[in-house]
Nanobody, 117 residues
Framework: QVQVVESGGGLVQPGGSLRLACTVS????????MGWHRQAEGKQRELVAV???????VYGDHDNGRFTISKDNAKNTVYLEMNSLQPEDTAVYYC???????????WGQGTQVTVSS
């Protein structure tokens, strides 16, 4: 059974940085499509970034170069580096594992990111 676990969220001041991590166990991480999504209170879940098995990357519509997705196949972990965080980035950030890519995938439980002074 695939397990997806996020970590690294927390409270950060505007302009600060955070690095989220998502570790997968029981799956085929190196062959999977891995994505970060976020959901702010009262809003729909939206794509933040996705990285394919071959390393192709797509960022969501909100992206302005502040976020970077990467992965370490040896650690079965995908990262989301977030810089210049703003209050509007406050949300629960979820990791999605998809193998095969056409499957609905497995979500993690989410990690809260709060940007506030």
């Amino acid at each position: 059974q695939v397990q997806v676990v996020e970590s690294g969220g927390g409270l950060v001041q505007p302009g600060g940085s955070l690095r989220l991590a998502c570790t997968v166990s029981g799956g085929r991480f190196s062959h999977a499509v891995m994505g970060w999504h976020r959901q702010a209170e009262g809003k729909q879940r939206e794509l933040v970034a996705v990285i394919s098995a071959t390393g192709n990357i797509v960022y969501g519509d909100h992206d302005n170069g502040r976020f970077t997705i990467s992965k370490d196949n040896a650690k079965n972990t995908v990262y989301l580096e977030m810089n210049s965080l703003q209050p509007e980035d406050t949300a629960v950030y979820y990791c999605l594992y998809r193998f095969p890519a056409s499957s609905p995938g497995t979500w993690g439980q989410g990690t809260q990111v709060t940007v506030s002074s």
